[in-house]
């Protein structure tokens, strides 16, 4: 195995070992308690998309740019361009009602398999008061339970039963799909693509981290220019996508 530190920001390949710093102690799950011996306590390690603990390191599940955050528990994560979502709990996704099963509705949200979402799972919904849901409808929800050996299930509530800005998204706007590593980027905080964006035009935007996004602009032709850079700044630097912003009509 390779040191952790040593391999950020340099591409690494499923199978690789990546030992981390003694200061993270060894214990695989990460969870383990210890018996106060007067030391200071073993650092926590949060393992991100694309590792896996394995004894007193790490194994490489996908192929990509290892990253590490040294910021409170430190954190490794592989930066890939992976388009396939696979559920995990607590997510917040965009899916797209395929049918409806009696009291649930069906979804279809990137994985696998469809995830179920209960007429009940939104807000001041009853048996008298039930969401107008149709067919085709975008559903912005977020996973109660994700895992290998259950059906996904989606609410559109949290746990003191607000919305949240969860629901059905609106009948207009333009929906796409990008690389699960892009819509990580979009969601950090202060991120400069969306501060240049929303000085740019108005615009409404969701996004969802199976890869989906859903924009709406005052106008079709405003809407689809968002568009087009969002899918394009992947692949672009800081400048470049400076300059592409500078050239559009009135700047």
Request: aromatic letters at 6%; one cysteine or more; a positive charge.
């Amino acid at each position: 195995g390779r040191a952790a530190e040593a391999c950020v920001g340099q591409v690494v390949l499923p199978g690789d070992l990546l030992l981390l710093p003694a200061h993270y102690g060894e214990d695989a799950e990460g969870e383990r308690l210890r018996l106060s011996t007067g030391a200071a306590p073993p650092g926590r390690l949060l393992c991100g998309p694309g590792l896996r603990r394995s004894g007193a390191g790490l194994l490489v599940t996908k192929c990509g740019l290892l990253r590490h955050r040294p910021a409170g528990p430190g954190a490794y994560w592989v930066d890939s361009q992976q388009k396939r979502y696979v559920p995990v709990k607590g997510d917040h996704v965009i899916g797209i009602v395929t049918a409806k099963a009696g009291d649930v509705f069906k979804l279809d949200v990137g994985g696998s398999e469809p995830a179920s979402l209960s007429y009940l799972a939104f807000e001041g919904a009853t048996k008298r008061n039930r969401p107008n849901v149709q067919v085709g409808d975008l559903i912005y929800g977020q996973f109660l339970v994700a895992n290998k050996d259950m059906e996904p299930e989606m609410v559109c509530i949290d746990s003191s039963g607000k919305s949240s800005g969860m629901g059905i998204i609106g009948q207009d706007g333009f929906l796409f799909k990008v690389s699960l590593g892009l819509i990580r980027k979009l969601l950090a905080p202060k991120c400069e693509i969306i501060q240049e964006l929303s000085q740019l035009y108005p615009f409404e935007l969701v996004l969802g981290m199976n890869g989906r996004i859903w924009v709406k602009a005052k106008t079709v032709q405003q809407t689809l220019i968002i568009v087009n850079i969002l899918e394009a700044c992947e692949y672009m630097t800081a400048e470049q996508r400076r300059q592409a912003l500078a050239k559009l009509p009135g700047n």
